[in-house]
């Protein structure tokens, strides 16, 4: 890499002028009490903070901020320390994913509008990291990333136990009659034992996992627990290596290549990653312009074996992963499948410091002759119930029903399914199929993680503990199930999901990659002519705007004037 210290760099548009422009934008800066030296061409480097008292996952990043700081100070660089805001996944209604897009367009806006040379993001929460990613990507500066951490393992009756995947065990216990309801309490306290993002492979633990795989962090960003002393030391050193990559001009599109997506692809597979990675990575690629399709996912991930014994895949938590060895482990064992030679922020290439790299339980990362599943990357199903693409994530759904032709129940929105699911006289068995409908990006809006529905408590009752269950909706990627998510075009677009009725027969084959709705190709144009579409009640503000613009799963549910970038170049003064 170059290193031109030379090389006058962006913020000096603001502070370098001898006029009055530069007056006032150094005067009002030095009320802070910035030296003169502060603004003589060193690095001003931003530090994007979505810390949060609403956001658990983000609450400590206030703390890991000033470790950013340090590191900045160290390597003769000014940081600039400014909020975003904070998308608490277990908070906000109707879902955090409608207001990923709205990040990424505050953070993008802030980065371009302000004297900034790069960027380091800090956050956490399953929204945080990739709408960060998204509007600093639409910007073009360096950047790397600093993820909150996971949490300590939640600890109940003498066993481990993980944030969501349990929550969702439990509730089912509850409902089916074998767990009380004063035990389920006691476990709530048990859970979250310390600030950090679930300790499961969620939604959070994959986009941390992967911003390491894809060269945007630094080694052990994606598994470091939150409390951990050595991620205040990550903070440091990042922040430090920030202010070098200004020198050698290291924007984020030389870090986040074809090559880097790719890798994340195969090692989202690998550790059993979040289905949730999916739209975030195409939704990240839009922005750089990396022709990234639904379809790379199945062709890249298909053969991938798991080698992460984590839930809700496998057994063991977050704190169990990185004290075993974290991303570098799987980055070494999947070696000869990956881009060795994409490029990291650490200044060198992905495999550069791979031959050191050790496990230390194979039973929790495990070898490629003896993996948790020989094949776990996400599957695309294809066929004319979802002619745009459907996924299913095949290590988390049960075996017997990867081949699988039922007889559909169909829920209209969310409020039917709540209204129906526990009616003992509900018409379904353990055959049937599970259908909700509204719940894609329009029609919720905002594409919540409610499929994977809870079962009829009647079926619970009698054993059952997974059925068939298909959506236009996401689901967390801390649950498991046998979960069809991503159905496109959504209900609420006409796709033919809206058109399913009551009784259909539907045929789920994984292996072949279809799902099919087994009725006459003239009944589904029958039906398509009398659909109507709903209306909707958001008549203004952000979600008119956002269910006015937001593109389909396939296309990672960004809006579609966001796809793409800007730059970072703004010519007129503000005075």
Same mark, same amino acid.
């Given at each position: 890499m170059s290193n031109d210290k030379d090389r006058k760099l962006r913020s000096q548009q603001w502070y370098g002028k001898l006029d009055r422009d530069g007056f006032i934008h150094r005067s009002w800066m030095k009320s802070q009490g910035f030296p003169d030296h502060a603004f003589d061409g060193r690095p001003v480097i931003g530090i994007c903070n979505t810390w949060s008292e609403i956001t658990p996952?983000?609450?400590?990043?206030?703390?890991?901020?000033?470790?950013?700081?340090?590191?900045?100070?160290?390597?003769?660089?000014?940081?600039?320390?400014?909020?975003?805001?904070?998308?608490? *996944?277990? =908070?906000?209604? @109707?879902?955090?994913?409608?207001?990923? $897009?709205?990040?990424?367009?505050?953070?993008?806006? !802030?980065?371009?509008? $302000?004297?900034?040379?790069?960027?380091?993001?800090?956050?956490?929460?399953?929204?945080?990291? @990739?709408? =960060?990613?998204?509007?600093?990507? !639409?910007?073009?500066?360096?950047?790397?990333?600093?993820?909150?951490? @996971?949490?300590?393992?939640?600890?109940?009756?003498?066993?481990?136990?993980? !944030?969501?995947?349990?929550?969702?065990?439990?509730?089912? =216990?509850?409902?089916?009659?074998?767990?009380?309801?004063?035990?389920?309490?006691?476990?709530?306290?048990?859970? !979250?034992?310390?600030?950090?993002?679930?300790?499961?492979?969620?939604?959070?633990?994959?986009?941390?996992?992967?911003? *390491?795989a894809m060269g945007l962090s630094l080694p052990l960003n994606g598994t470091l627990p939150a409390v951990d002393s050595r991620r205040r030391v990550l903070a440091h050193l990042t922040g430090k290596r920030l202010v070098e990559m200004v020198h050698e001009d290291l924007t984020i599109s030389k870090v986040l290549t074809r090559e880097a997506f790719e890798n994340a692809i195969k090692v989202n597979a690998a550790i059993g990653g979040s289905t949730n990675a999916v739209v975030h990575l195409l939704a990240m690629a839009g922005r750089l312009g990396i022709d990234l399709t639904l379809e790379d996912f199945d062709r890249l991930g298909r053969e991938i074996p798991l080698l992460i014994n984590l839930m809700p895949s496998g057994k063991y938590l977050m704190e169990d992963f990185h004290y075993n060895g974290g991303v570098p482990v799987v980055l070494k064992r999947l070696a000869d499948r990956l881009h060795l030679d994409a490029p990291s922020i650490s200044g060198g290439r992905i495999g550069d410091?791979?031959?050191?790299?050790?496990?230390?339980?194979?039973?929790?990362?495990?070898?490629?002759?003896?993996?948790?599943?020989?094949?776990?990357?996400?599957?695309?199903?294809?066929?004319?119930?979802?002619?745009?693409?459907?996924?299913?994530?095949?290590?988390?759904?049960?075996?017997?029903?990867?081949?699988?032709?039922?007889?559909?129940?169909?829920f209209e929105t969310i409020e039917d399914f709540k209204a129906r699911i526990d009616d003992p006289d509900l018409d379904v068995d353990e055959n049937s199929i599970l259908v909700l409908k509204g719940c894609g990006p329009k029609g919720y809006p905002g594409m919540p993680e409610v499929g994977n529905m809870p079962l009829p408590p009647k079926l619970l009752e009698k054993g059952v503990t997974d059925m068939v269950r298909l959506s236009d909706a996401r689901m967390s990627g801390t649950a498991f199930g046998t979960v069809v998510l991503h159905i496109s075009p959504e209900a609420n677009e006409g796709g033919p999901l809206a058109l399913v009725q009551n009784g259909d027969w539907i045929e789920?084959?994984?292996?072949?990659?279809?799902?099919?709705?087994?009725?006459?190709?003239?009944?589904?144009?029958?039906?398509?002519?009398?659909?109507?579409?709903?209306?909707?009640?958001?008549?203004?503000?952000?979600?008119?705007?956002?269910?006015?613009?937001?593109? =389909?799963?396939?296309?990672?549910?960004?809006?579609?004037?966001?796809?793409?970038?800007?730059g970072h170049i703004v010519t007129r003064e503000s005075h």
């Open positions: 996952c983000n609450s400590h990043l206030r703390d890991i901020a000033e470790f950013v700081k340090k590191g900045v100070w160290e390597a003769g660089g000014v940081p600039l320390e400014f909020p975003a805001m904070s998308l608490g *996944e277990t =908070q906000m209604r @109707p879902t955090a994913m409608l207001f990923r $897009n709205l990040l990424s367009m505050e953070v993008e806006e !802030s980065i371009r509008a $302000n004297p900034l040379d790069g960027v380091v993001l800090l956050g956490g929460c399953d929204k945080t990291t @990739p709408g =960060q990613v998204m509007g600093a990507a !639409s910007v073009n500066l360096p950047t790397a990333v600093i993820s909150s951490g @996971p949490m300590l393992n939640g600890k109940y009756r003498g066993r481990d136990i993980g !944030s969501g995947t349990d929550v969702w065990k439990f509730s089912e =216990q509850v409902r089916a009659g074998t767990m009380s309801l004063p035990e389920f309490l006691n476990a709530e306290s048990c859970m !979250s034992r310390s600030v950090g993002t679930c300790m499961t492979m969620g939604t959070a633990s994959t986009m941390a996992s992967l911003m *390491e410091a791979l031959d050191a790299v050790e496990c230390f339980d194979d039973d929790v990362i495990r070898p490629m002759d003896n993996p948790v599943r020989p094949a776990a990357g996400i599957a695309v199903l294809k066929g004319n119930l979802c002619p745009n693409g459907a996924i299913i994530k095949p290590s988390a759904a049960s075996e017997s029903l990867l081949k699988h032709r039922g007889r559909a129940v169909v789920l084959d994984v292996e072949a990659r279809q799902l099919h709705l087994d009725i006459p190709p003239d009944e589904l144009i029958q039906r398509q002519t009398e659909w109507e579409a709903p209306e909707t009640p958001h008549t203004r503000g952000y979600y008119r705007l956002y269910i006015d613009h937001v593109l =389909q799963a396939e296309h990672g549910a960004d809006l579609d004037f966001l796809v793409g970038g800007s």
